[in-house]
């Protein structure tokens, strides 16, 4: 566990896919991590556009000794309770994507991992907990670019998605998993008992932090289920209850309004689209190498 | 000065912004959350083409939610005519809901989260018994506040249907029963309109006024209520070309005993908004100016608790509590004041763990 010493503020300017974030904090714990995670992204200039100003400070003086609290602020607005001082960091990361998901309605933004291979992007809705996150890092280390974890964001121009490399958090068992399936993969701190029990961040590979400026073209929407245990079974899906389940598992689809309809229209009719469960992870990135007009690299 | 306040007294200066300039002038406009009505604005002057991708993006796509929030407006409001088809009284609609339906500028991007109506005392049982049965909920079920809503204030307690969550509040007067002044409803039924095609009726366009300007500097906190500044701006620039409203406001105003909050709206909104008014209609509200310390002391005291906050800027905590304090005394007699006080502190020491 990290423990944070704290000093004057320090200012960070870093791009995240489409947004530039502004972080002020006096936490000098989140430096390294921040750091860690982000440094091979490509600095923005020193007056970019800023479209998330961000504070994570320290709670009121009383609480600056005994169990110190890390504050997240957006704007001078304070949108949840404060965490313990050493979960900085998460809460950096869940309050960010917090951020997105209220600010982002250039995109069509869908609750999803993103992968892409030779231009054309791999979408995978899910809903919490049944291992979207576990699924993108794995394959994020068998040959495709890893997009994001948690956000596709189509576009109005093109419809295409684009990149948002995040820190990806694996939870409870998901960090060993991973550690077992791709050595090379990257994993931070474990912070214990966090909201969403232990938590571990995989630091977004390299390539996805360089290329963060390239969109894909979506071509394949899968929506994975895990089942312990289970074979693998992968079937095509039409395309109205794509549509359906798409509409529901999206942070700003009603919001869109009639734009959200016929963005999402759009992507649906130009993708192959499947229902999976599995039981292996080994099990299903093989399958999914065999979708139609994939490319081998 | 802040950037904002010179981008909405002259929209034309934005084309100059240098981008660190654009960067502060976002985290204004995001603070107060008025995004949507930013753009909306700088669009309508057509000064789209001037601002750069990244903000006019920004700009442009936030304002999907108050266009969503305006149409479960419209849905709620058809769902409230339904339920009060059975019942013999007009309706009037104020504040968000009325700038929508009456199609004013003001109501571009403009978001709201109340759905605010009005109607004659002597059928309030009958609307809240007919919401009731249609399935409307009293959103404070707690007795206290049952009764401080029913003895003092000029509403029902808040209600919402639980399909939608949207509140209504049932009025039959714009401000307290127990506040120091009493605009009589009877005028303001006397000057409303019907909507055209519609039963449902507003306010003249100078009791719209009248009555944003009690809301923010009689009945409310001042503090934070910028939003409610920018509407009075634009409704005011939108009115004051008309004749009518120009003669009729000062008059109207001392007729609702709403000279004052009329004063400082005017002054308020010309100081921090540039609100383009008639030297005339300025020169005949002076006289609800009120005496020079009071004076001073909202000069000192509402622009930095009402005009956006510099996001390096602390936030003007004595500021907003002296104008708390005096908000609250505006709404009650010391007596009654005193006795609310305590009974919001010993439940919130109770509620305490």
Known sequence: ?297 | MSLLLQIIADPATVATLSPQQWNVLMQEVRGLRIDARIGLLLEAQGLAGVCPADPWHELRAQRHPPQLVQAQMRLELRKVLKALAGVDTPLLLLKGAAYMLAGLPVAQGRAFTDLDILVPRNRLEAVEAALLGAGWRHQKSDDYDQRYYRRWMHELPPLYHPERGIVIDVHHSILPLTSRVQPDPGLLWADSAALPGSTLRVLSPADMVLHSAAHLFHDGEISGGFGNLLDLHLLLTDFVRDADFRARLPERAAQLQLGRPLYYALSFSQDLCGTRLPDALVAHCRHFAPGPVPGWLMRTLVPPVLGPRHPRHRPAAFAAWLLYLRSHWLRMRPGLLAVHLTRKALRRASAQP
């Not at chain 1, 961000?54 to 600056?64: A, N, Y």
């Not at chain 1, 974890?149 to 948002?164: C, K, Q, Y």
């Not at chain 1, 994993?187 to 909201?195: D, N």
């Open chain 1, 1 to 297: 566990m990290l423990s944070y010493s704290t000093s004057s503020a320090q200012n960070f300017l870093y791009r995240s896919g489409p947004f530039v974030v502004r972080l002020r904090t006096p936490i000098k714990g989140l430096q390294p991590l921040l750091r860690w995670c982000y440094d091979a992204a490509e600095e923005p200039a020193a007056d970019a556009y800023v479209h998330l100003n961000l504070r994570v400070d320290q709670g009121p003086l009383r609480r600056r000794f005994l169990k110190p609290q890390a504050v997240f602020r957006f704007e001078n607005r304070t949108p949840f309770e404060p965490y313990p001082q050493n979960h900085a960091f998460p809460l950096l990361e869940w309050g960010t994507n917090w951020c997105i998901a209220m600010r982002g309605h250039r995109f069509l933004m869908l609750h999803a991992g993103v992968l892409e291979r030779g231009g054309q992007a791999l979408i995978l809705p899910a809903m919490p907990g049944s291992g979207k996150t576990t699924l993108t890092a794995a394959l994020a280390y068998r040959g495709w670019r890893f997009l994001s974890d948690e956000f596709a964001l189509i576009d109005g121009d093109r419809g295409h998605v684009h990149p948002l490399p995040r820190a990806a958090p694996l939870k409870n068992n998901a960090i060993d998993v991973i550690r077992a399936l791709a050595p090379a993969a990257e994993i931070g701190p474990v912070f214990e008992k966090t909201r969403k029990g232990t938590v571990a961040h995989l630091r977004p590979p390299r390539d996805a932090l360089e290329r963060q400026h390239e969109t894909a073209a979506p071509a394949w929407i899968v929506f994975p289920r895990y089942i312990a245990g289970h074979d693998l079974r992968i079937g095509r899906l039409s395309r109205s209850m794509a549509f359906t389940r798409l509409s529901q598992n999206s942070f700003n689809y009603r919001i869109l309004g009639a734009t959200g309809f016929e963005r999402l229209a759009t992507l649906i009719r130009r993708c192959a689209c499947f229902s999976a469960e599995y039981g292996r992870l080994d099990d299903i990135a093989a399958a999914l190498e065999g979708l139609p007009g994939l490319h081998a690299p």
